[in-house]
């Protein structure tokens, strides 16, 4: 994980790393330590006029080794803070595990074809992503808005009721957006990771030299 140093971010991950909430752990796990070379990096800015806490962008890479990884890009907004922020950081890692997932799923054919085995959409993704911030701002006691009228995660909202919520936080404004519609149920918005189709046959990137 390349990073731009930001102590909270780590004090965050390693509080989440110990939780004893199986998707939030996984969340943590998948940024890896400081320094690794493991496809994601992070960063931070103000993406306060987006109304998001965090962006995580993934696409279909190769390592050093010609081995294929996730390659994930994720911003943390560079303005929150507590409970918020330990949410964000939660919930951008839950990408990042999909995209992983994703990525560790292919299997690459003689003629340079791959089968994607465990095929996550965005809108999959996004699912799970909530209920990693539903779970962590539960664990700090706050009930918190996801920018939509009734859209509450956190202290007293149960894990059974995330999804109805999450479909409507995809519903609603411009961000969860896939050919010009909301993403939904059955408008799920391709892999999570970009480059990725969800057929079974696609391009493998060639190795850089």
Same mark, same amino acid.
């Given at each position: 994980?390349?990073?731009?140093?930001?102590?909270?971010?780590?004090?965050?991950?390693?509080?989440?790393?110990?939780?004893?909430?199986? /998707? #939030?752990?996984?969340?943590?796990? $998948?940024? !890896? &330590?400081?320094? +690794? =070379?493991?496809?994601?990096?992070? *960063?931070?800015?103000?993406?306060?006029?987006?109304?998001?806490?965090?962006?995580?962008?993934?696409?279909?890479?190769?390592?050093?080794?010609?081995?294929?990884?996730?390659?994930? /890009? #994720?911003?943390?907004?560079?303005? $929150?803070? !507590? &409970?918020?922020? +330990? =949410?964000?950081?939660?919930?951008? *890692?839950?990408?990042?595990?999909?995209?992983?997932?994703?990525?560790?799923?292919?299997?690459?054919?003689?003629?340079?074809?791959?089968?994607?085995?465990?095929?996550?959409?965005?809108?999959?993704?996004?699912?799970?992503?909530?209920?990693?911030?539903?779970?962590?701002?539960?664990?700090?006691?706050?009930?918190?808005?996801?920018?939509?009228?009734?859209?509450?995660?956190?202290?007293?909202?149960?894990?059974?009721?995330?999804?109805?919520?999450?479909?409507?936080?995809?519903?609603?404004?411009?961000?969860?957006?896939?050919?010009?519609?909301?993403?939904?149920?059955?408008?799920?918005?391709?892999?999570?990771?970009?480059?990725?189709?969800?057929?079974?046959?696609?391009?493998?990137?060639?190795?850089?030299?």
């Amino acid at each position: 994980m390349l990073l731009r140093a930001d102590k909270a971010f780590e004090k965050t991950l390693a509080g989440l790393r110990g939780s004893k909430n199986a /998707d #939030v752990a996984r969340a943590a796990g $998948a940024y !890896g &330590a400081a320094g +690794d =070379a493991n496809g994601v990096s992070v *960063g931070f800015a103000d993406l306060s006029k987006s109304g998001q806490d965090g962006v995580t962008k993934s696409s279909l890479g190769v390592d050093v080794s010609g081995n294929l990884e996730a390659q994930s /890009d #994720v911003t943390i907004n560079s303005k $929150a803070s !507590g &409970a918020s922020y +330990d =949410a964000a950081v939660g919930h951008e *890692g839950s990408h990042v595990a999909d995209a992983q997932a994703v990525v560790g799923s292919i299997t690459v054919d003689a003629h340079g074809n791959f089968t994607v085995g465990n095929p996550i959409s965005r809108y999959q993704s996004e699912q799970r992503a909530y209920g990693v911030t539903n779970s962590i701002l539960s664990s700090e006691g706050v009930n918190a808005n996801e920018g939509c009228s009734g859209c509450n995660l956190g202290q007293n909202t149960m894990q059974g009721q995330v999804p109805g919520i999450v479909n409507q936080i995809v519903n609603y404004g411009n961000n969860y957006m896939s050919g010009g519609q909301h993403m939904g149920p059955k408008n799920q918005g391709g892999s999570v990771v970009n480059g990725v189709d969800q057929t079974p046959k696609a391009s493998v990137p060639q190795v850089p030299h």
